[in-house]
């Protein structure tokens, strides 16, 4: 069965450090995204791609980065660690085309619980 | 301005009771498209429901329902006869078409817990 899966599960970080969430589709969707999860937020995108050698910045994308090198892969980097980082993270798939084509909803991972200390 | 509001913060119901959670949302696309999705304890977001905006059927899949009415740009959830296992956290989530291309936005989400 397809799915999408992120690593670590959870982590544990310093300050200053730089950290590497992954997030791996199995789906074949063009469309990948990540999101931050804290009280009283809700869900914010971070970062979002919509195909390879595509990336788009969300509204909180300050201090996070993305690449995508392949269609199944949005490895999602925090390039300083801030403990204002601290948070779950999500990545979701769809198999929508943007706003040029079809939209399909969007199939989200276990999360990532990240810690910064 | 918050595109999707869901003005319950948490219900709490006992065992067998219906429960409706409202979500009001804010668009000036015509095309756009209105998703559930559920949070349970376990913290994975499950997908529940996709409606789209020229599409006004209300749905049921066993004990869920929605209501979607443009009018009122509500796009509401009804749990029937409710379970424990029924309790999570519930996230209205508006997709706009030309405005915000696709990407979701979510309302803050409303927690139910069913007691037994």
Redesign the interface.
């Known amino acids: 069965d397809a799915e999408i899966t992120q690593s670590p599960r959870h982590k544990i970080t310093e300050t200053g450090r730089q950290v590497t969430l992954a997030c791996h589709q199995t789906w074949n969707h063009n469309?990948m995204?990540w999101y931050r999860q804290d009280l009283g937020h809700?869900?914010r995108?971070i970062h979002?791609s919509y195909g390879v050698q595509d990336t788009n910045k969300?509204e909180v994308s300050d201090g996070y980065s993305v690449s995508r090198s392949n269609t199944e892969d949005l490895p999602l980097t925090l390039e300083s660690a801030a403990s204002s980082q601290t948070s779950?993270y999500?990545c979701?798939s769809?198999g929508?085309q943007?706003?040029s084509g079809l939209?399909?909803?969007?199939?989200?991972g276990?999360?990532t619980r990240l810690t910064v200390l | 301005a918050q595109k999707v509001t869901q003005a319950q913060t948490e219900i709490s119901v006992v065992e067998k009771e219906d429960v409706t959670l409202d979500c009001v949302y804010e668009t000036r696309d015509t095309t756009y498209?209105l998703?559930w999705?559920k949070q349970p304890p376990s913290?994975?977001?499950?997908?529940l429901i996709?409606r789209n905006s020229f599409d006004e059927q209300n749905e049921i899949s066993g004990r869920y329902s929605w209501n979607f009415q443009k009018s009122t740009s509500s796009f509401n959830f009804t749990i029937t006869a409710s379970q424990v296992v029924d309790s999570a956290v519930y996230?209205c989530a508006l997709?706009e078409?030309?405005t915000n291309?696709?990407?979701?936005s979510?309302?803050?989400?409303t927690t139910v817990t069913v007691r037994a």
């Open positions: 469309n995204f809700g869900l995108l979002y969300g779950v999500f979701a769809s929508g943007g706003a939209y399909n909803e969007q199939f989200f276990p999360g | 498209y998703f999705y913290g994975e977001l499950v997908f996709r996230f997709s078409a030309f291309d696709y990407k979701l979510f309302g803050a989400g």
